[in-house]
């Protein structure tokens, strides 16, 4: 499985990007999928997440500004950021749990990450 992130750049505060990440290969079944960013000298920390039927999750910090989605027929993720803020600067990076058959367990495919510098 591969996936590809894009949407990233650079913004002023106020704005808004929409983060895409496509998911390319074999599998069965794509199961949750979620944005993750890394700041620097900060460690990786959950953005939002999305199940299979939809229940999405988000971390405080972005509550009310950022919008998960996804769209299962294109097997592509979607994150919707608004009202950014400095503090939303990191590379944001997305990952998919997939199974290769009906009975496997999901594993963990992470992208490559795609940078969002929020600054005027």
């Known amino acids: 499985v591969q996936l590809q992130a894009s949407g990233g750049g650079l913004v002023q505060p106020g704005g808004s990007l929409r983060l895409s990440c496509a998911a390319f290969?074999?599998?069965?079944?794509?199961?949750?999928m979620g944005w993750y960013r890394q700041a620097p000298g900060k460690q990786r920390e959950l953005v939002a997440d999305?199940?299979?039927?939809?229940?999405?999750n988000y971390a405080d910090s972005v509550k009310g500004r950022f919008t998960i989605s996804r769209d299962n027929a294109k097997n592509t993720l979607y994150l919707q950021m608004n009202s950014l803020k400095a503090e939303d600067t990191a590379v944001y990076y997305c990952k998919v749990a997939a199974a290769h058959s009906p009975w496997s367990t999901p594993y963990d495919y992470w992208g490559q990450g795609t940078l969002v510098t929020v600054s005027s």
């Open positions: 999305i199940t299979s039927g939809g229940m999405a």
């Open positions: 290969g074999s599998f069965f079944s794509i199961n949750a």
